[in-house]
């Protein structure tokens, strides 16, 4: 069974920094690209960052392209978002995801960023 973990949110000011973790099982990680989504109340979860499997190509939306930087440790089976420069904006939900694997979900961690 498909198991996405994520963790490492939490309250920051703006122009800090977080860095989210997200552990996986049930499936041969080092095979698979993975994302990272967020999602803001009433609204639809927005695709962030990629990277595939041997983190030879990755994505950024335009919105944390120079901030964010996703990352990955096939020996751990875990998907990183390195968060710099955080804004307001940046509060949400953040959850990891498996491309291939799309209708599983964790319970997603939460990201505040205010003073």
């Known amino acids: 069974q498909v198991q996405l973990v994520e963790s490492g949110g939490g309250l920051v000011q703006p122009g800090g920094s977080l860095r989210l973790s997200c552990g996986t099982s049930?499936?041969?990680?080092?095979?698979?690209?993975m994302s990272w989504y967020r999602q803001v109340p009433g609204e639809e979860r927005e695709l962030i960052a990629y990277?595939?499997?041997?983190?030879?190509?990755?994505r950024y939306v335009d919105s944390v392209e120079g901030r964010f930087t996703i990352s990955r440790d096939n020996s751990k089976n875990t998907v990183y978002l390195q968060m710099n420069s955080l804004k307001s904006d940046d509060t949400a939900m953040y959850y990891c995801?498996?491309?291939?694997?799309?209708?599983?979900w964790g319970q997603g961690t939460q990201v505040t960023v205010s003073s």
């Open positions: 990277i595939s499997s041997g983190a030879d190509l990755i």
């Open positions: 049930g499936f041969t990680f080092s095979s698979n690209p």
């Open positions: 995801n498996a491309p291939h694997y799309s209708h599983y």
